[in-house]
């Protein structure tokens, strides 16, 4: 399989800044890959050009769960210039209808094809009963919940042969009955499940401001040994609340955050998800540069 | 039930648009917001969503149905929740309801079948096609068993108005044309070559050989089909400019004979 990016598929420990605890080092580690995007259709002709900035994509894995056509001609195009990693939205890895083997079948059947550095989906769920609401529902963050989502996401790691990341969501709702804060209950998932998180910094903020706790507090109470990637991305401001919308640059507060975040964390693959309202290119790359420019200093103090 | 299996389905209840109240499901509500308003940001994007999918693939249906697109999309998300984990696939059964709600005006029931089926053509399984060369390879003999196998993915719609127009209009950005139904119904192909999807009306002939190709007929009964309507004269090259038509749109898979 050719690769052309720069980017060496280093393991997580070699290289890493010294402040990550030596449990980061185990020999299935996953690769770091630097600064990427999320694949596009807006974006395919720019990134086809292999712009240096850009080290590596996430593919929506169900935009490629299909059976041929134009969609895997260009995702072939990709693997070819860039290493991948595949995102999903509809695993519903929280939900208590049983899981769908077709789905997990399609992803797996995806997974082997293009050979990606990992796969993602989110801590939620997204329907019942049959019905797909497709939306990132939130959980309660309960003992109950945590005992189900902890035995599916083993099934799913069977299924797949490998580890997963799940990403924290952004929420407007949180439940009486929940016993846990969520970082506290997403930090459990990873350990007891052995999986890996998707660190999306701007759904951090977006929950934290919507649930009133501190986002500082909730990057203190996630493992570092269990954080594979960032996401940054930006919100739409709401009568009352605040939106995830993934269509906005990354704001100020979410840029802070960020730093916050590699502070902690690290040496940590990190991507801008724009999912509408797309920027020109250049203003997208110019968004790339800036977290490069904001987290390289740190890594290098950190070394 | 379990109190997770109980919380979710409440939920799902309240989202999509049910009587479910934000204080069942104990949404904690608080002087940012309440938990009413927290709960009608998932309602709201619930339809918007499932609207914004639908006028994705939906985009003759859009031009043809005009003002009355919206309100078509809400009677179907009211009636229809989504089943697929794919929201893409989230139309599949908006031609058929068409179908049924609005007798009167089956141009529209016909435009979504039509946004439907190059929906669907886009990334159905890859096939490889024939080429002009392989099928001269058949020697003479073998020609009136001969069966063309066609594309497997390959879709003839009825349709008794130019929807076709409105999906070309559409899907160029030029000016919405007029209606107009055809004095008896016709057929629609649809097909994909490679990685374009085609689409184009058939004539009657045209139709009547290709539905005869499609459930297997072999070679002598497509020209025997094509004597009986323009008689042996004129069914001979028009077999032949039919078959050299399929073969360059990529219409035909593989050669078979008769079992």
């Known amino acids: 399989m050719h690769r052309s990016s720069s980017t060496s598929p280093l393991g997580r420990g070699t290289g890493s800044p010294t402040n990550r605890p030596m449990t980061a080092m185990r020999p299935d580690a996953l690769p770091y890959l630097g600064y990427g995007l999320g694949l596009r259709v807006e974006y395919y002709e720019a990134l086809l050009a292999s712009p240096p900035q850009v080290q590596w994509l996430e593919v929506v894995s169900e935009n490629y769960m299909v059976d041929g056509g134009l969609p895997l001609t260009w995702l072939e195009r990709f693997r070819e210039r860039f290493p991948l990693v595949m995102h999903g939205v509809s695993m519903s890895i929280g939900s208590t209808d049983p899981l769908d083997q077709d789905y997990l079948a399609r992803l797996a059947a995806l997974a082997q094809r293009i050979e990606p550095a990992w796969v993602s989906d989110h801590l939620c769920w997204t329907g019942v009963q049959g019905v797909n609401l497709h939306d990132l529902m939130p959980l309660p963050y309960t003992e109950e919940a945590l005992d189900h989502v902890v035995s599916r996401v083993k099934h799913v790691q069977d299924v797949l042969k490998r580890r997963i990341l799940l990403e924290n969501v952004s929420s407007y709702v949180s439940f009486a009955q929940s016993q846990l804060t969520e970082w506290e209950f997403i930090a459990e998932v990873a350990e007891r499940s052995d999986c890996l998180i998707l660190l999306d910094i701007n759904n951090v903020h977006v929950s934290a401001t919507n649930h009133g706790f501190s986002s500082s507090d909730y990057l203190r109470g996630i493992p570092v040994s269990r954080v594979q990637q960032f996401h940054l991305a930006g919100y739409e401001q709401g009568e009352r609340l605040i939106i995830d919308t993934h269509d906005a640059p990354v704001s100020n507060a979410v840029w802070a955050l960020y730093v916050e975040a590699v502070r902690r964390f690290g040496r940590v693959s990190t991507m801008i998800e724009r999912d509408d309202h797309f920027p020109p290119w250049a203003d997208l790359l110019a968004e790339l540069d800036h977290a490069r420019a904001l987290a390289e200093p740190l890594l290098r103090d950190a070394a | ?259």
């Open chain 2, 1 to 259: 039930m379990s109190a997770l299996q109980q919380l979710q389905q409440q939920m799902l209840q309240a989202v999509m648009g049910g009587a479910t109240q934000a204080h069942m499901i104990e949404v904690r509500g608080d002087v940012v917001a309440d938990a009413q308003s927290r709960l009608d940001i998932y309602r709201h994007g619930y339809r918007v969503r499932l609207r914004d999918a639908l006028a994705n693939e939906f985009v003759g249906l859009q031009s043809i149905a005009g003002r009355r697109f919206r309100a078509l999309l809400d009677a179907y998300i009211d009636t229809h929740p989504s089943e697929h984990y794919n929201i893409r696939w989230y139309g599949s059964r908006l031609a058929t309801f068409l179908d049924n709600t609005h007798r009167q005006t089956p141009q529209l029931a016909e435009m979504a079948r039509l946004d439907w089926a190059i929906s669907t053509a886009f990334d159905a399984a890859n096939e490889t096609h024939l080429s002009a060369g392989e099928l001269a390879a058949v020697p003479p003999h073998a020609w009136a068993d001969l069966r063309l196998s066609l594309l497997r993915d390959l879709q003839v719609l009825p349709c008794t108005c130019n929807v076709d127009a409105f999906r070309r209009a559409a899907d160029n950005g030029s000016e919405r044309p007029h209606l107009r139904r055809y004095a008896a119904p016709r057929h629609m192909l649809v097909w994909r070559l490679d990685t374009q999807v085609h689409y184009r009306r058939l004539e009657e002939d045209e139709w009547q050989v290709l539905s005869a190709a499609q459930h297997g007929a072999p070679f002598a009964q497509l020209c025997a089909t094509l004597a009986a309507r323009h008689g042996e004269t004129v069914a001979l090259p028009r077999m032949v400019a039919l078959l050299q038509a399929w073969l360059s749109a990529g219409l035909v898979h593989g050669l078979g004979t008769a079992a």
